[in-house]
């Protein structure tokens, strides 16, 4: 039995004798930037509190999932009266097909969706219809991005031209990465008759933040055309959180096959992929690919992510937007002033942050090889200092920084406030 008045440091032991590492996810076990990890009690609007008590400002936001803050009381309410009716029930919902109309009708190219239970799931589904639609076995992806952890997806592989790819991690064969394909981010691969797929992240928000170059995202839709290939957006990030339409419809480019997560759960696992009917169709039960989940569309997340969606108005995202901009602002100016070394980047309503002096003023990333180049020990002493002042940013340098709604500009300021603080006292 965990002691009832815990400790993170005792959280961590006793968590370590039953759970590899002692987390559930790698991204939670501080591996990269020391220390011990807080442990989450209770969460309430911008904030989390850890066993021990500590508040801190938040902006992990559970990786992007949470927009509206921590425990907001319609989201809650929602779930709570979900539940109330049964948690789990092995059959069709109204609420499915709600979710599944709200996503088609803002989505660019989705007329049809399928939910499954997590973002790694709906990638792995799309890489498998495109695969079965296409009667093709080739798939490109970008060195940098990141699609959940599905054998064929987890491969590593140099930048600076496409080549095959290798086995990212133990436990996944050569053979199972043996058709897939790593480029460099930002440059349009050439492509075959053999390729099924080209999937990306349309912003690329796990090497930090890095925005498609321009011609990019259009680059590949055209190639994409031309060798009769289809475009996957992984969208589990940048979907409904650079605004309704995502990242497809900020850049004006419609791929053929979409995916989602994080913000349409409302907080709760969910994910999603969508594309026209005909690509959507191939699915079982009406078409030859199988893909198949006892908890898709689990009744608690659907009415936790529509409850979400519903609030995200227009006027909630050029708000949102507003206040990741005036954090980005109030952050860069406040490393600079302390005479720390960094670059802050913000696509809409995303932000990401590198440690180090550039080769330029003013230089961003535009690949993996590039974002590879931030100080992870200087993050790593950032983190530090920032948790001690109450300031929650992802215990990783190659993770973005998400700002919701609950940061007011109060929250901001403080937040800000911490930051310059937090910089200043890693040169003493």
């Excluded at 938040?58 to 803050?69: K, M, P, R, T, W």
């Excluded at 990401?352 to 974002?371: M, N, T």
Aim: glycine letters at 12%.
């Amino acid at each position: 039995m965990t002691d009832p008045h815990p400790t993170n440091a005792g959280l961590f032991d006793a968590a370590r004798r039953v759970i590899p590492g002692g987390v559930n996810s790698p991204v939670r076990a501080f591996g990269s930037v020391g220390g011990t990890p807080y442990f989450v009690a209770s969460a309430s609007g911008p904030y989390v509190t850890d066993a021990e008590g500590r508040r801190y400002i938040d902006f992990v936001q559970s990786y992007g999932a949470i927009i509206l803050g921590h425990a907001d009381p319609a989201v809650t309410e929602a779930v709570a009266s979900a539940a109330a009716e049964g948690t789990s029930y092995g059959a069709p919902t109204a609420r499915e097909v709600a979710l599944a109309e709200h996503i088609a009708s803002v989505a660019p190219g989705v007329e049809q969706v399928r939910l499954t239970s997590s973002g790694t799931e709906a990638t792995m589904t799309a890489v498998r219809l495109a695969r079965g639609f296409t009667d093709r076995s080739r798939i490109v992806k970008f060195a940098g991005c990141y699609h959940g952890h599905a054998d064929s997806l987890l491969a590593a592989g140099g930048s600076g031209v496409a080549t095959l790819g290798l086995s990212g991690s133990a436990g996944v064969p050569p053979s199972a990465v043996a058709d897939t394909v790593i480029a460099p981010y930002n440059v349009v691969p050439a492509l075959d008759e053999q390729v099924a797929a080209v999937v990306v992240e349309p912003v690329a928000a796990n090497m930090g933040l890095v925005p498609p170059s321009p011609g990019f995202l259009e680059g590949l839709r055209n190639a994409c055309n031309e060798a009769g290939a289809l475009l996957i957006f992984d969208e589990v990030i940048t979907g409904f959180r650079l605004g309704p339409g995502g990242a497809a419809e900020r850049y004006g480019v419609t791929p053929d096959i979409s995916c989602f997560g994080k913000v349409i759960g409302g907080g709760l696992p969910i994910g999603a992929l969508g594309a026209r009917t005909e690509i959507m169709e191939t699915l079982a039960p009406t078409g030859p690919v199988y893909q198949a989940g006892t908890l898709s569309g689990n009744p608690l997340a659907t009415a936790a992510g529509l409850t979400a969606l519903e609030r995200l108005t227009p006027e909630a995202y050029a708000e949102l937007e507003a206040r990741a901009s005036r954090f980005a602002d109030g952050a860069r100016d406040a490393l600079a002033d302390a005479g720390f070394d960094a670059a802050v980047c913000q696509v809409g309503t995303l932000l990401g942050l590198y440690c180090g002096a550039g080769p330029e003023p003013g230089w961003l990333p535009v690949d993996y090889d590039d974002a590879r180049t931030t100080d992870e020990q200087a993050y790593a002493r950032l983190h530090a200092e920032l948790l001690a002042r109450g300031v929650a940013f992802a215990p990783g340098a190659y993770e973005a920084i998400f700002v919701g709604l609950a940061h007011t500009p109060d929250v901001i300021e403080d937040a800000v406030a911490s930051i310059a603080d937090a910089a200043s006292s890693t040169h003493s």
